[in-house]
């Protein structure tokens, strides 16, 4: 198919896939919008097929059928109770699959500086969206501790993994081979960054955290739309990203708690983060409203 | 250019989902970061061209393992969507006056 009918037919997915919002956030009208938002996937995935890039359907159909079904019976069997778990790990399995698609635009020809910028942030977006989402699993659905867990060094550690991260992305940017020591590093870091951000906070502050990572996830779409070119994925993860926030924001207030205080709460901070929670609320009706 | 009309794209899809979500009721706080979960799995676009494409094994291989992780994404996320919203309706029908 024609690229410029495959952008057309994205287009409709977008508008669809803000309608689908939109409506999700109302009560009357939450169902069909999420049928409207179902309806932009399907399309976005059916033409997408037609792309004249793909030129082999037997992995493609493999690994699709197989994630439907896991996705399918894992979604039937949940009990309610522990749906918030489960948007964990349908939230993680979306990070690790934006790192997968950054990790393979770099074997893509012909790429610049900024489109391996923009494949390292893919990778370290949805590798700590992966890993951050199963440590909230693991938290939420009590297989570990649900407490938060503080050591002393915390703050040196997660100071030097960043740190580590930026030299390591550099080294990489310098020299992009997709077999670059620095690019497994990047890897590796982004995951245990993850976990380093969820491991301060408590089990009860958890939908909140679940809810900032599905912002992420979105942004880590994004960034991989940078990577490959397609709008599609800009539009709807950058989207996600934003409505994200919001809704992260709305529920920190809910529980009448700051978006600070939820992350930093672990640190013992508690003092500075009250400061914080007073600016926010002061501010955030009148951005809001 | 390209890049710049991408970072205009970019810069518009924000403000939009800024300006999408807001005051939601507490009992959809849950569906709706279900449902724009789902959402996200829109990665699976990239998954699937990564896959079909020609660009060696390894990204190909890459692409299916992508496909696969961003359609459990996509699949669950609606179906567990749903169903968190059927049980929502069914509390709303009971107490006719219940809907703010």
Redesign the interface.
């Known amino acids: 198919m024609n690229p410029v009918i495959i952008n057309l037919w994205y287009v409709v997915a977008a508008a669809l ?2 309608f ?3 409506q ?5 009208t ?2 069909r ?2 049928v409207l ?2 309806l932009a ?1 399907v399309i ?2 059916a033409v ?2 037609f ?1 004249k ?5 037997e ?2 159909v ?3 059928v ?3 079904v ?3 019976i ?3 069997k ?1 009990e ?1 109770t522990s ?2 778990e ?2 964990a ?3 993680g ?2 990070g ?3 790192l ?2 950054g ?3 770099l ?3 012909g790429n610049t500086t ?1 489109t391996d910028v923009t494949v390292l942030l893919s990778i370290v977006i949805g590798g700590m969206t992966f890993s951050g989402s199963i440590l909230a699993w693991g938290k939420l659905s009590e297989v570990m501790t649900s407490a938060a867990v503080v050591f002393g060094a915390q703050r040196i550690v997660n100071a030097g993994i960043l740190v580590g991260l930026v030299v390591c992305s550099v080294l990489f940017c310098m020299d992009p081979a ?1 077999d670059s020591p620095y690019l497994y590093a990047v890897i590796a870091l982004s995951l245990l960054f993850g976990v380093m951000a969820v491991l301060p906070i408590g089990g009860a502050d958890m ?1 909140v955290v ?2 900032l990572l ?1 912002s992420y ?2 942004l ?3 960034a ?24 992260t924001n ?2 920190c207030k ?1 529980m009448n708690r700051s978006l600070g205080h939820v992350l930093f709460s672990g640190f013992g901070a508690v003092k500075q983060a009250t400061k914080v929670e007073g600016e926010v609320s002061r501010l955030s009706p009148r951005m ?1 409203s | 250019m390209e890049a710049v009309f991408l970072a205009m794209v970019l810069m518009l899809s924000i403000f939009l989902g800024f300006e999408l979500i807001s005051k939601v009721p507490a009992t959809l706080h849950t569906p709706l970061m279900s449902g724009a979960n789902a959402i996200s799995g829109i990665t699976i676009v990239g998954a699937l061209i990564s896959a079909g494409g020609e660009s060696g094994a390894m990204s190909s291989y890459l692409g299916a393992a992508a496909v696969m992780f961003a359609m459990i994404n996509v699949a669950g996320g609606y179906l567990v969507t749903n169903r968190m919203l059927s049980m929502f309706k069914k509390k709303d029908t009971n107490q006719p006056g219940g809907n703010s």
């Open positions: 896939f803000i689908g919002l939109k999700l956030g109302s009560p009357a939450a169902v919008g999420n938002s179902s996937m976005a995935i997408t097929l792309n890039e793909i030129l082999t359907f992995l493609i493999i690994a699709a197989i994630g439907a896991i996705g399918a894992a979604a039937q949940v309610m749906m918030p489960m948007v790990l349908f939230n399995s979306g690790i699959a934006s997968m698609v990790w393979a635009a074997y893509n020809v900024f997709v939908p679940i809810s599905n996830s979105g880590a779409a994004c991989a739309g940078f990577a490959i070119n397609n709008n599609i994925l800009i539009v709807a993860g950058s989207m996600v990203g934003a409505a994200g926030i919001i809704l709305i529920m809910a809001l």
